[in-house]
């Protein structure tokens, strides 16, 4: 099923077909605005598409990578090598205590199991802060 989204999406884009989607009205003058004044596509029937086609690629790579997961369930990062993932990529100064990380990891999920890495950040931050 994978194997097919993704040869449909590296498809010929060049036959097309009308399609008659219900969006709501303000988001669709949301797209109208920001195509004529941003200038973020050429038409909002692109932007759409262009839209649509992220999701599903997303969606394609988070199956694949849940798959992948799944078979091989000792090579999912933990929350904390995420969070540390990720500040190094907002060049946050965090990147350089990895060991705070851990620390913040297990004490936000300990109160809130399903908090992401942005959550473990935000607590190392505030940590921070708090003992300066």
Avoid: C, K, Y
């Amino acid at each position: 099923m994978l194997d097919e989204i993704n040869r449909l999406l590296d498809a010929d884009g060049g036959t097309t077909v009308n399609t008659s989607m219900r969006l709501p009205a303000a988001l669709r003058d949301a797209a109208a605005l920001a195509v004529t004044h941003l200038g973020v596509a050429g038409s909002t029937t692109s932007l759409t598409a262009a839209a649509l086609r992220r999701a599903l690629e997303t969606a394609v790579m988070e199956t694949a990578l849940e798959t992948h997961f799944e078979s091989h369930p000792h090579t999912r990062p933990s929350l904390a090598e995420v969070a540390l993932a990720l500040a190094s990529q907002d060049g946050s100064p965090l990147a350089d205590r990895p060991e705070l990380l851990e620390r913040a990891a297990a004490q936000v999920v300990a109160h809130h199991p399903d908090a992401d890495a942005d959550d473990v950040l935000l607590w190392a931050e505030a940590q921070v802060a708090a003992s300066a």
